[in-house]
């Protein structure tokens, strides 16, 4: 997919080739886009915030926050045209800055390394229910029989760190063996196929009975309801969903070719990746109020509700198998993205081969997993701030890390970067742009900060900042 001709324009071109299609990039950002975020997390962090309001305030991140922070990961990414370290150091000289822009990249290794470490640990979940539903354990499950399933498995360590360690060597598999191409392609049929089987459920969710109490709690808001701490939620949301904030999008962006439109190409992902999390929430809430559950059930949610949906239907062990392994796809290609920025640092900055680096730093995210495996079992009680190790992890690089990764980029491309530099890269400076540089130079930054400082401060009154 990757070719190594030079661009016409005689502008730098990446070491690495170049994307050879637009399609190839956008696949490329949907695999890393797509992912356990969109089915497995935006439902469950929605109900533990309440719903409606916590859906728009997401909706509102994605457009106004997260397309232009996308659009200025992708645009440096292209300029820079080297990893995401390299190329904000390069950018920040270029641009009459300074080189320690290159710290950037550093927050987003490590930001990447943190979200693999339990990123993994939930994949490692979707495996073992590829497992249980090809061995019928769901069909014509009751609600009760399926909660049983899903409790008596994570409250199981050892099974737990067995699926974690086996979805971190597949990672490690691939990413040694540079072979990421060969998913990219599964990208291609894996989320048309995941939207159809959604569409399937929407049906199944239609008729369950409850489909409108599903639809009131997505989209009733109640704003009096609504804390700092869930508009921070709404927010890390978005940024974990669009794999933006770490640089991910930017090393992609790297190898694109100068004629693709980023705006276009932004606007695509983005619009799947809301698709696929909105078409998830109305799956899934319709069967939670139909089958008596927790809306706010935490990280189980997904997996206590689409086995006894898929179980009811016919041909539910043959559905509920392809369900977990397209979601398993799916987790399997973010992760790759999620690994590249370490490994890509750990080959050029310490000279390891591609292979060494890819074990070293995988055996370093498992390890770090650790923590999440035995956050739902043998460490369940041990609990401070954000709630188990597992939330704590997820809520620092979601709503800490993510959106201040974010702020940066925006403020890099918005401020430092010259308007030249930019509208170059943005094709032109006609509306679209000016919209793009005014959400970039005052929108996204001033509305992370404040959020961040909203959320701070509710922290401060608990006595807990
Ligand atoms: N967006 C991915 C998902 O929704 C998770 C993710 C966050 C990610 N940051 C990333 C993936 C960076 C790749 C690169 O599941």
């Given at each position: 997919m990757l070719t190594n001709q030079d661009s016409d324009s005689g502008k730098r071109t990446s070491l690495h080739g170049h994307w050879s299609s637009k399609m190839a990039f956008i696949l490329a950002v949907t695999g890393s886009a797509v992912g356990l975020g969109n089915v497995w997390k935006f439902p469950y962090v929605a109900g533990q915030n309440g719903g409606g309001a916590f859906v728009l305030v997401y909706l509102g991140c994605v457009i106004l926050i997260g397309l232009p922070v996308m659009m200025s990961e992708i645009l440096i990414g292209r300029r820079g045209r080297r990893n995401p370290v390299a190329t904000m150091e390069l950018l920040g000289e270029e641009e009459?800055?300074?080189?320690?822009?290159?710290w950037l990249g550093v927050l987003g290794v490590v930001a990447g390394i943190f979200i693999l470490s339990y990123y993994s640990v939930i994949a490692g979940w979707t495996l073992y229910y590829i497992v249980k539903s090809a061995t019928g354990?769901?069909?014509?499950?009751?609600a009760a029989t399926v909660s049983g399933i899903f409790s008596s498995f994570v409250g199981n360590w050892k099974i737990v760190l067995f699926c974690h360690t086996l979805f971190m060597g597949l990672t490690i598999f691939v990413v040694a063996r540079g072979v990421e191409r060969g998913l990219e392609q599964a990208v291609r049929f894996m989320v048309p196929a995941l939207l159809a089987l959604m569409v399937v459920l929407l049906g199944y969710s239609m008729a369950s009975g409850s489909f409108g109490l599903g639809v009131a709690f997505m989209f009733t808001p109640d704003f009096d309801a609504l804390t700092w701490q869930s508009v921070l939620a709404a927010m890390g949301q978005a940024f974990f969903t669009l794999s933006i904030g770490m640089g991910a999008i930017m090393a992609y962006g790297?190898?694109?070719?100068?004629?693709?439109?980023i705006t276009g190409a932004s606007g695509a992902v983005v619009t799947a990746d809301t698709a696929i999390a909105i078409l998830a929430g109305l799956v899934i809430f319709p069967l939670v109020f139909a089958n008596g559950l927790?809306?706010?059930?935490?990280?189980g949610l997904v997996f206590q509700t689409l086995p006894l949906a898929l179980g009811q239907l016919p041909f539910g062990s043959f559905f509920s198998t392809l369900f977990f392994v397209l979601l398993s796809f799916a987790a399997w290609t973010s992760a790759l993205g999620l690994m590249e920025p370490a490994v890509a640092w750990a080959v050029e900055?310490?000279?390891?081969?591609r292979g060494q680096a890819a074990f070293l730093v995988g055996l370093l995210i498992w390890f770090i997993g650790l923590a999440s495996v035995f956050?739902?079992?043998?460490?369940?009680?041990?609990?401070?701030l954000a709630g188990t190790l597992f939330d704590n992890v997820d809520y620092l690089t979601s709503n800490i890390m993510l959106p201040l990764g974010g702020m940066v980029i925006a403020i890099f491309a918005?401020?430092?970067?010259?308007r030249n530099s930019t509208s170059e890269e943005l094709g032109g400076a006609g509306t679209l742009y000016k919209m793009w540089r005014f959400l970039a130079r005052f929108v996204a930054p001033v509305g992370i900060l404040f959020v961040l400082l909203q959320a701070v401060g509710l922290l401060d009154k608990l006595g807990l900042g």
């Open positions: 009459g800055s300074s080189k320690k822009w290159g354990a769901f069909q014509s499950a009751d790297a190898y694109l070719p100068e004629e693709t439109s927790e809306p706010g059930e935490g990280p900055h310490h000279r390891k081969t956050s739902f079992n043998l460490l369940a009680e041990t609990t401070f918005g401020w430092i970067m010259c």
